[in-house]
């Protein structure tokens, strides 16, 4: 066989090995042999090779990243959400008065993540941003099926962003372009 077509192999393992790995870290709130099954199965792969593309990338990181925290994480939201408001968001009301403090909570939200616990006068407290980080820790933490403490630890932020801009957990595209921006810029992956 010719050099060049050895060469186009390889190249195209190659690729398929960095598609199975971005893959695998996006479906990280599935559990992990869904997570890998379902990957090779799109990617029309052995499992066996995506376990390993898996694991490569689970040392790579583990030996050259720290580890995230959800303050990592509420920096990014917070800068998604409030971006350069004065006083990083403290205070801040938007959506046409519908939201509220550094991370834009909504009251269906609050009442959501407070349950019967929480009040009107405790909504209030959204404008300050420990009371928020609470609020939106509760929240994703009931909403995330999956571990979030693994998530928020990993930097696989996405599923959890959209999770906070949309009751439904459906998201919105424009906002998690936004988030995974802000990411970016932040310093996260």
């Known amino acids: 066989m010719p050099n060049w077509y050895h060469q186009s192999i390889q190249q195209e393992a190659g690729i398929r090995e ?3 790995a971005m ?6 709130s599935l559990p992990a042999e ?5 990957t090779a199965k799109n990617l029309k792969v052995p499992v066996q090779q995506v376990q ?3 694991q490569t990338q689970s040392v790579n990181k583990s030996q050259h990243s720290r580890t995230l925290t959800w303050e990592d994480f509420f920096k990014t939201l917070q800068r998604t959400e409030t971006g350069a408001s004065p006083n990083g ?5 938007g959506d046409n008065g519908e939201a509220l403090g550094p991370f834009q909570i909504h009251f269906e939200y609050f009442w959501d993540a407070a349950g019967v616990a929480g009040t ?4 209030n407290k959204c404008a300050g941003l420990d009371y928020s980080k609470a609020i939106v820790k509760d929240y994703l933490t009931r909403k995330f099926k999956g ?3 693994q998530a928020i630890a990993s930097g ?3 599923p959890l962003a959209a999770i906070h801009h949309s009751i439904a957990g459906q998201g919105n595209p424009a906002y998690v372009a936004k988030f995974k921006q802000q990411m970016r810029q932040l310093g996260y992956r």
Do not use: F, K, P
């Not at 893959?23 to 990280?28: G, H, N, P, R």
């Not at 869904?34 to 379902?38: L, M």
């Open 18 to 20: 960095n598609i199975a």
């Open 23 to 28: 893959l695998a870290s996006l479906m990280m």
């Open 34 to 38: 869904e997570a890998v099954a379902q």
């Open 52 to 54: 390993s593309v898996a």
């Open 89 to 93: 968001g403290h205070g801040a009301i």
């Open 120 to 123: 009107a006068d405790d909504y």
């Open 147 to 149: 571990n979030v403490e």
């Open 156 to 158: 696989n932020w996405l």
